[in-house]
Nanobody
Framework: QGQLMESGGGLVQAGGSLRLSCTGS????????MSWYRQCPGKQRELVAD???????NYSDSVKGRFAASRDKAANMFYLHMNKVQPEDSAVYYC?????????????WGQGTQVTVSS
């Protein structure tokens, strides 16, 4: 069904912007939901934002109002638009997609992309 691949990470100054991209070998429309997670060293992976099949979005309190998740169906891309970034946003960001079948729920993950915010 698919592999996911993130891109767009890098070094950005506090207050700046960055856009992360995620694409897959399958159509993004085939997934029930797509999400962005992030993980800092020594901490658990946390949900940052997600988009459900109907297009509704959900954000963690720490990024609400600064980050936005979107999909480009024609390009088969899933994005995380990061604005007004802060040093605490530094993490490895992962793209996740969920596919639900009658028998089970399948999670797909990308390899992660590093975001570093300098103060």
């Amino acid at each position: 069904q698919g592999q996911l691949m993130e891109s767009g990470g890098g070094l950005v100054q506090a207050g700046g912007s960055l856009r992360l991209s995620c694409t897959g070998s399958a159509s993004i429309l085939s997934f029930d939901s797509m999400s962005w997670y992030r993980q800092c060293p020594g901490k658990q992976r946390e949900l940052v934002a997600d988009i459900r099949g109907g297009g509704s979005t959900n954000y963690s309190d720490s990024v609400k109002g600064r980050f936005a998740a979107s999909r480009d169906k024609a390009a088969n891309m899933f994005y995380l638009h990061m604005n007004k970034v802060q040093p605490e946003d530094s993490a490895v960001y992962y793209c996740n997609a969920v596919l639900k079948t009658l028998e089970r729920t399948i999670d797909f993950w990308g390899q992660g992309t590093q975001v570093t915010v300098s103060s």
